[in-house]
C-alpha cells in the first residue's frame, strides 16, 4: 500500500479478543491501509495451549512466548494475556528489543503501566492500551489529548459489564443477586469464578488507570477504596426505583479539592435522571465533569471481542503512523504517585436498610443516634412485616463518613435493631 | 517547566472562545505543563476592532493580522475567527511559514479542510480541528484514531447546540417555533441572524467533517442534503410525542452499503428510548454504529467558550508533545472526494400531517395514493377541528423516499386535501 513493507505484528493470546484483531485486520483490510498508510501482517501468535483449533495457518502459532519478544522481524506486539506475569517481563522484554506494545491488559498496567510507560517513552516506542478501559469506548486517548487541558473535578464510570448485567437483571426482572448472576453465567457475560467482576477488582484497575491519566500522577491500586455488589439484594433495588434511583456499580474520582483526591469502587445509589442511570445491561460508560469542558459523558461496549479489538486496532493504526511519520512513539507516563485521600473524610449522602422490631420507639433512638453524630435525613420508607418485624430505609443528606459509620455502629447495636441489612452510599 | 523556551502561540481572534483559550492556559498552568512537558506563552493577538476592551496587555494586540502569520518568533497559530476568508489565506500562511495550526473554524475545514490539512502534512506540521465539531466533546480525534479501524456503518449526530436548544424549549413549553427561537436568542443561545443555525448550514460543515474523517474520503458540503428546523411545529412536537418520538435536527451519515453512502441534515423524529433523544437544551451528542465497535456515543456541550477552549487547548497540548519529541505533526488528510448517493433511493420511514376536509372517502383517496407508490402505513392518528376542517398524522413503514415524495404529490392534489403540513423523516 504504502510502498513500504508491511509492518509485522505478533500477538500474545489468542482467545476471542486475539482472534478478533484478527478477523478486523482481515476484514476492514482496505480501509484500514488507507487510513494508516501502511500494510500489517500477522507473522507470530503465541499461546498457552496448542491442542486448540486455529483460524489461522498452524506454523505461526508458538507456546515459546519469548522468542516472539525477542524475534527480530517483529515489529508490534499485541500483549492479550491478561494478569500480571508473564506479561510484564514480555512486554518489558519487547520494550527493551524496541518493539511497539499494545495491551488490552487492565491488571498489567494498574500495576505495572507506570514503570512500563515510562521505559517505552525513554525507547521512543508507543506503549498503548485503550482497550484496557472501556473495551471499544474511546476513554484513555482523548483524557490523554483531548481533554487533558482540563481539571477533572469528578469522574464516574460504569466500568464492568458483568456488574451492570447483573444488576440490570435485578432491577429488570426483581431478581435475587444469586439468580441474576447465574443468569449473566448462562449468557457467557460472567466467568465461572465471578471474583474479579463481582468483587470490584475490575473496576479497581479501571479506575485507578482514569484517574492515573486524568490528574498525571500514578494512583496505585491499594489507594483505592473498593466494595463489589454481592451485598445488594433486590429489596434494595425496589427501595432505590421507590426512592428516584437505580444502583450501579461506579467507580469514582472525587477531585474538586485537590488535597483530597480520593478514588473509589463501590454500588452506588444514582439518581436517575443521572445519564448514567441509563446506562444498562453490559454496556459501559463514563460521565465526568471538568472544568472548562463542563459535564461529558462516553458510553457503549465494554468489552466482548469486537469492541476490545475496535480498541486494539486504533491503537495499531496509530503507532503504524508514527513508524512511517518516522516519528519518536506517543507513551505518555503519569509522573510521580498521586496523593490519595482516606475514605472517612469523604462527604456523601447514604442509603441504609435495618430490620427492626415492630414497636414504638424504634425511630425515636435511631433518630436520636443519628443526629448524635450530624446526620440529617432526607427520605424514609417503612414497612409493617410479619412476626412483629419491621423494615425501615433511609436517605442521608450528605455526611461525613466518619460521623455516618459511628451513628450506624450505635444504631446496630439498639436492641431493638434487629440488624443492619445494607448500607450503600449515595450520588446525586 | 520542561527547560525549554516557552512555545509561543498566536491567536487570531479574540472573542469569547479566545478569550476562553487564554483563561485556560492561565487558571490550569501548572497542570498543563505537566501533561504537555511544555511551557506556553501568548505572544501576538489578532483582531478586528481594535477599540474593544481586553483582558490582555493591549500591545500584543494587532489588526495586521498577516503581520501575524509571518512574524518567525509564532510557534504556533490558534485560528479563531470564523468564516472562510480571510481564515483560509492566513492558515495556508502560516502553514507556509512552518507554523503549526490549531482552528476551531468548521466552515474552514469543511470547505477548504482537505487542501490545507493535506498542505500541513506536506510540510510535517499539524493542523487540528477537534473543536470545530462537538465543542468541548472529543470526537474528530477519537474518529481518527482510536476508531480508525472501523468501517462506520452509520452515525447520527445532534451538532448544534441552538437548534437543540429551540427543539428542547418547543417540546418541553409546547412553544411555537417563533417563540423559542426569540427565547434562544433572549439567552445568547442564537444569533441575532440565526440561519447559519437554524437553517442546518452549521450542522452540515460539521456532519461534512466527520463523513470525511469516517471514510478517509472528502464529503464535499454540496454532496450533503440539507433541511433547517423552521417548518417544524408545535403539533409536530405533539404528535411525535404521543407516537413515541421526539423531533430533533440530526446530521446523518447513512454507509452500511459503501456504495450508498449518503449525508444528509434535517429534523428527524427518532425514538425516544434512543439515547440522542435524551439529549437535550444546548447539549451535543454524536452517536455511531461501527462494524467492530457497535453502537457508541458520546455527549457534552457542544459550544461555548469555556468547551470550545478545552478542546483547543487538547490540541496545543498535542502539539508541544509533538514539538518536544522533535517528531513530526500528526496531520491526516482525507483522500480523495468520496461518491455519495442522492436523495431519491433513500429508504427511510416518514412522518406526514395533512389537513384536510372532514368529510368520507378523503382517508380512502390517501390511501390509495400512497398505497399506488408502495408506500404502508405504520401508524395514524386523526382529529376533527372546527369548520369542517380534519387533521390526520401518518407514520409510514420505511420506503423509498423518490415514491414517498411522488405519493405525497398526488396527496397534495387530492381535492379533499387542503395542505400538508408537514412531512419529517423517522429514524428508529
Known sequence: MSGHRALRIAILGFGTVGSGVYRMLRDNQASIERKSEAAFEVVRVG??????????????????????????????VIELMGGVEPAARLVETALRNGKNVITANKELIAKEGSRLVTLAKSHGLDLHYEAAVGGGIPIVQPLKHQLAGNDVLKMMGILNGTTNYVLTQMHQQGADFADALSAAQAHGYAEADPTNDIDGFDTMYKISILASIAFGRQVPIDAVYREGISGVSREDMAYADLLGYRIKLLG??????????????????????????????????????????????????????DPTASAVVGD?????????????????????????????????????????????????????????????????????????????????????????????????????????????????
Open 316 to 428: 495499531l493504526i496509530d503507532v503504524a503512523r508514527n513508524i512511517s511519520a518516522s516519528g519518536p512513539g506517543s507513551a505518555i507516563p503519569y509522573g510521580a504517585e498521586a496523593q490519595t485521600a482516606s475514605m472517612e473524610n469523604l462527604r456523601t449522602a447514604y442509603y441504609f436498610r435495618l430490620r427492626v422490631d415492630d414497636r414504638p420507639k424504634v425511630l425515636g433512638q435511631i433518630s436520636t443516634a443519628l443526629g448524635n453524630d450530624e446526620v440529617s435525613l432526607s427520605a424514609m420508607e417503612m414497612r409493617a412485616l410479619a412476626d412483629g418485624e419491621g423494615e425501615i430505609v433511609f436517605l442521608t443528606h450528605p455526611c461525613r463518613e466518619a460521623d455516618y459509620m459511628r451513628a450506624l455502629h450505635v444504631i446496630e447495636s439498639l436492641p431493638s435493631v434487629r440488624r443492619v441489612a445494607s448500607s450503600i452510599r449515595v450520588e446525586a
Open 47 to 76: 499461546i498457552k495451549d496448542a491442542s486448540k483449533e486455529r483460524i489461522l495457518d498452524a506454523n505461526i502459532f508458538t507456546t515459546d512466548l519469548d522468542s516472539i519478544v525477542n524475534d527480530p522481524d517483529v515489529d508490534i
Open 252 to 305: 469514582i474520582v472525587d477531585a474538586a479539592d485537590p488535597e483530597e483526591l480520593r478514588v473509589r469502587v463501590h454500588p452506588t445509589l444514582i439518581l436517575k435522571t443521572h445519564p448514567l442511570a441509563q446506562v444498562d445491561d453490559v454496556y459501559n460508560a463514563l460521565w465526568l465533569h471538568g472544568d472548562f469542558v463542563g459535564d461529558l459523558m462516553f458510553s457503549g461496549r465494554g468489552a466482548g471481542s
